[in-house]
């Protein structure tokens, strides 16, 4: 929803081939690339399914403290740059299926402050489910993804600060992707496919209900995001802030505009009403019972003018483009002219390049203060018309052919244009064939 409250912390965790809990890890050896040590090691990465040889990346991020950690082979947490804070595992950690619900870290700032992370209601889990027609993957395996700050404890004064979370579990299409599939040989396509898959994600998400403390609590109130639809997922309404005799001192109102895209719908995106609507935080109102109400106010660039999710007018940062593509398969790489007349929508390619004047809609464009004064946010765009953003192509090689007649003078041409990422070396192999006799062939 383009925007996020931060009222306590979290610990998320970017998984790398399997979690760092269900997967014994290899350990890269020392050693030359042609040792014996190094043979096994790469024999058994390559032989055995199950092993990780990669640990998973953890972001903490708390009062004002952020930073990155991994857990090493001895399942000890190590930051990335260290920073001096003190970061334990618990050994809940490597039982999702604690019943206690005890949390899973415990972070130790520099004051000797601790903050615990996980609990009851503070771990979100998801796994996804890849979907094409007449075809579906099994779901992958369900991930703890984030752990939310549950209690900051101060050793010295005993002081504590609890943090109480419900959850809600919902099931939505996250993500689309088109593979392209063809066999091609001497300028005609022998066969070809394009798959249209689908991700569906299962997520269990955690709201912050309310935070209690030896002055007072807050409570946070929740709405269903679309009520019409069987979506279970939530946006915040409002803050309330009372002291010990509950009495209400503050009072925080969050107000939101929808906005349903129309334009450039395709299989993907139809059948979901929830995938043509965004909601847009437009108004914060702050108020205690006695003075004015202070109220913030937000506007975007063009909301309304943004397509339903997921639709094929991307560029290939994934930034709204305004092109009217049928696909996802860009016009920047080398397919054969066959091949996109015969098997992509309308026989076309996609536009998949930036276009400065789409790329900024549904950006935030200015906040009013309650004094009335504003700022106002202008963007340059990510790329100009000098950049051309270079594509790896999934294919290793490909074929130039060119006819002649033996009468003719060889004056026939083909040509292809390479795009690449990285500075390599090009081969090119040139065979001369004669009435089905091959009598030549060149190295370059």
Known sequence: MGWALNAGGVITRQVFDYED????????????????????????????????????????????????????????????????????????????????????????????????????????????????????????????????????????????????????????????????????????????????????????????????????????????????????????????YYDLSSNLIKKVQFDYTNYEGTSFINDYNSSESYLKKRYFLTKITESNGTAIPATHQFEYYFPE?????????????????????????SDEGIIPYSVSKNILPEGKLANRRPDKNFGYYGLLKKIEYPTKGTTTIEYEPHVDGKINVPIDLINSHFILDVFTDSEELFNNSNSAQIHSSIKQTVKIRADLIVTGKQIGRAHV
């Open 21 to 240: 809990t269900t997967a014994g890890r290899l350990q890269m050896p020392n050693a030359t690339s042609n040792s014996n040590e190094m043979t096994t090691f790469l024999y058994e990465t390559s032989s055995s399914p199950q092993v990780d040889t990669q640990p998973d990346i953890y972001t903490y991020n708390f009062n004002g403290v952020s930073g990155k950690f991994y857990i090493d082979n001895t399942m000890k947490p190590v930051e990335i740059e260290p920073t001096g804070i003190k970061i334990t595992l618990n050994s809940s950690f490597f039982d999702s299926s604690d019943p206690n619900g005890s949390p899973k870290f415990i972070i130790t700032d520099l004051n000797g402050i601790q903050y615990f992370f996980g609990g009851i209601n503070a771990v979100e889990t998801s796994f996804n489910r890849k979907i094409a027609v007449g075809y579906q993957e099994p779901p992958s395996v369900e991930v703890e993804n984030s752990w939310y700050l549950t209690k900051i404890f101060n050793p010295v004064t005993s002081d504590v600060i609890n943090f109480t979370y419900d959850s809600s579990l919902a099931t939505y299409f996250s993500g689309n992707e088109q593979n392209l599939d063809y066999t091609y040989s001497s300028s005609f396509l022998i066969s070809g496919k394009l798959t249209n898959y689908k991700y569906r994600t299962t997520s269990k998400e955690s709201l912050l209900r309310e935070i209690t403390s030896k002055v007072g609590r807050m409570v946070f109130t929740y709405v269903k995001r679309f009520p019409e639809d069987n979506f279970p997922f939530s946006k915040l309404s409002e803050i309330n």
């Open 305 to 329: 003018k943004l397509p339903v999710r997921f639709s094929f007018c991307q560029d290939t940062y994934g930034l709204f483009n305004g092109k009217s593509n049928t696909n996802l398969i």
